[in-house]
């Protein structure tokens, strides 16, 4: 089933939640060329820009958070950090098992129900922190 994106999904940064619409974008779009049952290497291509994105995003983000002094990065980080080697599992089942449908499906659903869960918390936590500080930079505006 294809992933929504809505309010809830938004952070009120403006970096972060177009990575998310594209990574949310990317997930579905893998739903999609496994369903429509697509050549292998249509797949791996599709998994490919999806982890490669994956590890991006997080790298901008912890790169914020450095910038920000954010007091929960190491937590943060520590989430990343695990999920990026649950996907390097999953990488690794694909390139012994190739590209079934079970197997392309349980990535798709895993990484869209991991990426949905940890914005909604982590990162709308990190961005309010993020705004905040960014107005307490700022200054009284009057
Ligand atoms: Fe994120
Ligand atoms: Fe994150």
Redesign the pocket.
């Known amino acids: 089933m294809a992933y929504v994106w809505d309010k809830d999904l938004e952070t009120g940064h403006e970096l972060?939640d177009n990575?998310?619409k594209q990574l949310v974008r990317a997930v579905n779009d893998l739903q999609v060329a496994n369903a429509s049952g697509k050549a292998a290497e249509e797949i791996e291509r599709t998994i490919d820009f999806l982890l490669g994105y994956t590890v991006k995003?997080?790298h901008d983000?912890e790169a914020l958070q450095i910038e920000y002094g954010y007091p929960d990065y190491y937590e943060h980080v520590s989430y990343h950090r695990e999920f990026k080697g649950q996907v390097a599992q999953l990488a690794g089942r694909l390139q012994e098992e190739g590209p079934t449908r079970e197997l392309v499906d349980e990535i798709s659903q895993h990484i869209g129900d991991w990426l949905l869960h940890?914005?909604k918390s982590d990162?709308l936590k990190m961005a309010t922190y993020v705004q905040q500080e960014d107005a307490r930079r700022r200054g009284p505006t009057i």
């Open positions: 972060i990575q998310h995003h997080f983000e940890h914005i990162d």
